[in-house]
């Protein structure tokens, strides 16, 4: 079955430490997007990519760095310049859409917490 | 930048019973698509439904239908009937209908409980 897979579903950071969450999706889908939930705050949006080698910042970026090699992954590393890591990341993709709104399919999650 | 604005962070409904989420958004924009997610306890992201902004008619889907007031900028979801399985934290969430594919904009949710 196509779908989006998200790992490790939990994952701790040190101080200090850099972590990457993994993303990738057989859906063959053109886009891929990450968001940070926090409890009470809803889904923000970290940053997204429509097309390989090619990506953009959302609304709370700092702290974060992500790459698109390929158009099946987009893997998000959690710098130690993000002070605050501690949360739920989701990663969506979705088809390049135009006259017809294409859908986001969401992963299953990763929870990240502070040691 | 849009936004979306949900009022009621935390909602109840007896089974079988009517609710309604409240969902308001700012834009600029004339063409835009709307959504509304149900997360459960299971943190997954389900798609419940969707309104293009074009569209007069309000969408449904089964027990789910939402109430479009476009030159208010409403946007509302309806669940009838309401089930134990409905209980979860429900977003709305706000999409630009320009060129290629945009980011959704969500609320902060709102959470519903279902009592028996």
Redesign the interface.
Known sequence: DGGITQSPKYLFRKEGQNVTLSCEQNLNH??M?W?RQDP??????IY?S?IVNDFQK?DIAEGYSVSREKKESFPLTVTSAQKNPTA?Y?C?S?????AV????H?G??TRLSIL | AQTVT?SQ?EMSVQEAETVTLSCTYDTSESDY?L?WYKQPP????I?VI?Q?AYKQQNATENRFSVNFQKAAKSFSLKISDSQLGDAAMY?CAY?S?M???T???????TRLSVIA
């Open positions: 053109d886009a997007y968001y009470g705050q809803g889904l923000r949006l997204y429509q959302g739920f989701l969506a979705s088809k390049l859409g135009t709104d294409q859908p986001q969401f299953d999650g | 949900q962070p698509y959504f299971s943190r997954q992201m798609l969707r293009e977003f999409r209908a060129s290629g594919n980011p959704l904009v969500f609320g902060k949710g």
